[in-house]
């Protein structure tokens, strides 16, 4: 049970450092008849990034971080936050299922590090369930708001998947350690 949160909270942990660097958080939508598409726009955490006919990438990390609106400055501070976290929680994990191993003393030895792996893991999934969430409910709002011109909708991308995937992943870990 224990390799199988240690196995859980690294997966969580990657997919973690994977959806705070990914920059496809919004993507743009196309929802007019127009099925010739030339652009494709990305927006994520660090920059903004625009495909040209699938052939050309080109990406710009935001100038100034006093240029960004207060959410993205909250959810960078939480997921930034959430790598950190996952990366203590994952060695407190190794840490517990070493000493848990050669342990001889019974679970009163482990359990300080297998809690605190637990706890940490738990607050880990929902530090990254937050932006996440949030910026897919700001997505799904925006969509289907009238007032919103159709260049300005955006979909939801790969980063936000990857973040609720590694978010259930990681609440998962701190349940099997709690």
Known sequence: LQLTGLIFGGAGMVGTLAATAMPQWRVSAYVDGNIVVFETIWEGLWMDCI????????????DSVLALPP?????????????GLALVSFLMAIV???YSQRSKQGPRGTSAFILAAGVAFLLTGALVLVPVSW???????????????VPRKRELGAALFVGWGSSALLLAAGAIYC
Request: a positive charge; one cysteine or more.
């Open 96 to 98: 517990g299922v070493k």
């Open 71 to 83: 959410p993205l400055e909250a959810f960078r501070a939480l997921m930034c936050a959430a790598v």
């Open 51 to 62: 495909s040209q006919l699938g052939i050309r990438l080109q990406c710009k990390f935001y």
């Open 135 to 149: 910026t897919g409910g700001s997505i799904v709002r925006d969509f289907y708001d009238p007032a919103v011109p």
